[in-house]
Each structure stands twice: as C-alpha cells, then as structure tokens.
C-alpha cells in the first residue's frame, strides 16, 4: 500500500516523505509520557513527576537491549527488501517475532519482581520511592505491548512505510489521553492511574495493529516457529551489539541522573521537565536517523552506494535546518515550556537555564543520529556500539559529573552540550574513514 522502494527516485523527495510521518509517530509517542507529566506534575506534584520521570527511566533501562534488537530489524529487512528477497524477509520476520516475545516477557517479570531495588539503586529520593515503584511494576506488565506495537512499526518502516505506524500510535495516545484523566481523577487512582492507562491504551493499539497488518498482509508474516541457526546467528551478530549500544545508551541516561538526584528535589523535578521538553526537541533528529538507516539499508542491498552518500548528505542538511530552527524557538521560550509541567519556583528556574544552556548543541546530536543511522544501515553495529560507549562513558556522564562538580546544578547542561559536540566529531570521523562500506550480510543472497 504505502511501501516505497528507496533504490530508485528522487532522495530528498523521499527523505522528506518517509522521514515526516516518523517524526509524527515519534512526537506521539512521546506524548505518552507528555500527556501523563502534565497531568501528574499539575495536579499530584512534584513528587509525583519526579517518581515518573526515574520510573520511565529505569523501563528504557531495562529495555534497552530488547530495543536494540528492534532497531537490528531495520537494517536486516531493510537489506532483505533491497535484495527483494520476499522469502527471506517472512523468515527474519518469524525470527524476530519468536526472539523479541521471549526476551520481553524475561524482562518484565524480572522488572516487576525488581522494581523497588532497582530505584534504590539509583538513589531515588524517600519521598519519591514509593509512587515511583508502584508505577514502574505497572508499567512492566504491559512490556509485551509496548515491544509488540512497536516491532510491527519497525518492521513496516524497513519496508519503506512510514504512514500506517503513524495511524497506530495515534489510537494509543488517544486512548491514552481520555483514560489518563479518567483514571487518575474520577476513579481516585493518582499515579496507579497514570500507568494503566497508558499500559491499557498500548495493549489495544498493539491488538488492533496486529490485526491490520495480518488483514491487509502488509507484513509477511507466517504461523510462529523455531527459526534456524543462520537466522539466530545473524539476529544475535547485529542484534547483541545494537542491544548493547542502547544499554549504554540508557544505563548512561541513568548514570546522569544519578547526578542530577545528588542535588535537592527541585532539581531532579526541574530536570524531569526539561527532559520532556528536550525528547520533543530530538524528534526531527531521531527521525531523520531512523529514515536515513531504512534508506540507506536498502540501498546497500542493491549495492548503490552513491545514493548511500547522498542520503548522508541531504540527512544532514535536513537536521542542521530543524535542529537549529528548533534551538531557537526552544530558548526564547523555554520558561513558558518549563512551567507546562510544573509549577514549583526552583523547579521552573532550573528546568528553564537547563534548555537555554543546551539548546544550541542540539545539531551536533543529530548529527550522531544521521550518520550512525548511515552506518547501522550497513550493519556495523559492533563500531556503532564503540562510538556510543565513547559518547556516553568516556563523555557524557564524566563531563556532566564534573561540570555540575565545578559550577553547581548548571553544569549538568554544560556537561551534555559539550558531549554532544566532541561524540559528533567521532561519528564523523567514522563515517568518512572507517571501514563499515565492508560489512557483507547477504553474499549469498546477493550473487
């Protein structure tokens, strides 16, 4: 219905229609926790944002791997579909259905047996830890809908069909929307409230997307089974590194804020604020790299590596327009933005120096997403993994830790921004020198 084919046809045309639908997708998606911030921080307080704000954290933590293995979807199918190989995109498909499911659930069971600890780990404030808690089991009980939604959504747009994802992500958040104030005010249930019905409205979105894709045979699926040798070896070959990238990832979010949690409750609320404006703020960026990784995926398959490089370069252009046009709007306003979520005085002044002081570097971050977005396209996840473990060990989080140390609670934005600068400068220098042209997933598809 709605799949392109990226191997032929105008690319700026086709990165701006399969890019624009992602974008939306994701900005819903974020809403989620957006809509639940403004409810939560409004009406039950600053405790209670906070304890979303770690909880949401530890989920992503936790998920991290499984994620990972999500986006290795999108290069293998994206490949797959390059090839035309339609036999073997039903049987990647299988493999995944059948590796995904099974971690997923691994996970949420351990997540809900180990949410407490898990917060007590990362030094959530006393006040914090017990809304905190009970909003993180809940939220791990509904881990297969979030993982199962999601996949079908990756697996379409590696397909080159970024429209139908955008229709099922906005009935979840519709759901979401009416039954946040539902539950958490008429029926009395406060933060409880907050996480089934978002856990409630992911469920029936995921149940309705199956459904659709199953009816209309977007997918090729096919009855679930065992997948072979060579099809575990090449999921866990891309997939491993990929999870483990986005365990750095996450488990470097959550070093930070362990940071951020060694200052007062004003700040860990402020930051939580601007955290929730600064994902919307990432949006365009995370969009472009997941458009330029399915673009360039396919691509690499048919072997047309000149239009490979000229999707680095107009994926790069489109960033530094957004991002910087964003920036702008973002420091002019960013009290305004800041105080959608909370009212408190402290809360609102650090969230707000917190935009201003980041906003400008928010190029350079996307810029890590087009070019690592290029390289996962060829499957050289293991070299994604290494620049990611520089970005967030070997920068981000020292120089956040010692920017905070030396200036205050100010540091904690200085500290990110210059991360995003020096981590930017590594991708580059890989994309333009290393050696990921080499990967070779399919030869013998391929001859």
Not at 138 to 166: C, E, K, Q
Not at 244 to 259: D, E, K, N, P, R
Not at 412 to 425: Q, R, Y
Request: glycine share 10%; net charge positive; charged share 10%.
């Amino acid at each position: 219905m709605s799949q392109q084919d990226f191997t032929q046809g105008s690319i700026k045309k086709q990165l701006v229609l399969f890019a624009g639908p992602i974008m939306l997708t994701n900005l819903l998606q974020v809403s989620y926790q957006f809509i639940d911030s403004l409810w939560v921080g409004n009406l039950l307080g600053a405790n209670a944002l906070g304890a979303i704000t770690i909880s949401s954290t530890v989920v992503l933590t936790l998920l991290a791997f499984i994620i990972g293995i999500n986006n290795a979807t999108l290069t293998i199918l994206s490949q797959q579909k390059g090839l035309n190989n339609k036999q073997g995109l039903k049987k990647y498909v299988n493999a995944f259905v059948v590796v995904l499911s099974t971690l997923s659930l691994l996970v949420g069971l351990f997540g809900f047996s180990f949410s407490k600890q898990l917060l007590t780990f990362l030094n959530t404030p006393e006040q914090m830890l017990h809304e905190a808690s009970i909003y993180l089991e809940i939220n791990f009980l509904g881990i297969l809908f979030i993982m199962g939604y999601n996949f079908i959504g990756t697996v379409l747009r590696a397909l080159g069909d970024s429209r139908t994802p955008l229709r099922f992500v906005f009935v979840a958040v519709v759901l979401n929307a009416i039954l946040d104030p539902l539950f958490i005010f008429v029926f009395g249930w406060g933060i409880h409230g907050a996480a089934w019905a978002t856990v409630l409205a992911q469920g029936i979105s995921f149940l309705w997307a199956l459904g659709y894709t199953l009816r209309y045979k977007l997918v090729p699926y096919m009855v679930p089974k065992l997948p072979s040798k060579e099809e575990i070896w090449l999921i866990l070959r891309l997939g491993i590194p990929a999870g483990l990238q986005m365990m750095v990832i996450f488990a470097g979010i959550t070093a930070i804020l362990s940071v951020v949690n060694s200052f007062d409750g004003a700040v860990v609320a402020g930051f939580g604020a601007s955290q929730r404006i600064d994902s919307l703020i990432t949006i365009p960026a995370m969009a472009l790299g997941t458009a330029v990784n399915s673009m360039a995926g396919q691509n690499i398959g048919a072997n047309k590596w000149e239009r490979v490089r000229q999707i680095a370069i107009y994926g790069t252009i489109f960033n530094v327009v957004v991002m910087l046009s964003i920036a702008l709007v973002v420091f002019l306003f960013a009290e305004g933005f800041t105080k959608l979520f909370i009212q408190d005085k402290n809360a609102v002044a650090f969230g707000t120096d917190f935009l201003k002081i980041v906003a400008f570097f928010y190029p350079f971050i996307g810029l890590n997403f087009i070019l690592n977005g290029i390289v996962r396209g060829a499957g050289a996840m293991y070299q994604v993994l290494v620049l990611n473990i520089l970005s967030f060990w070997l920068l981000r989080y020292p120089l956040t830790y010692f920017c905070s140390s030396l200036i205050g609670q100010n540091g904690i934005a200085l500290g990110i921004g210059i991360s995003f600068v020096i981590s930017s400068i590594f991708s580059f220098s890989y994309y333009k020198w290393g050696g990921w042209k080499k990967k070779e997933l399919f030869r013998s598809s391929a001859e």
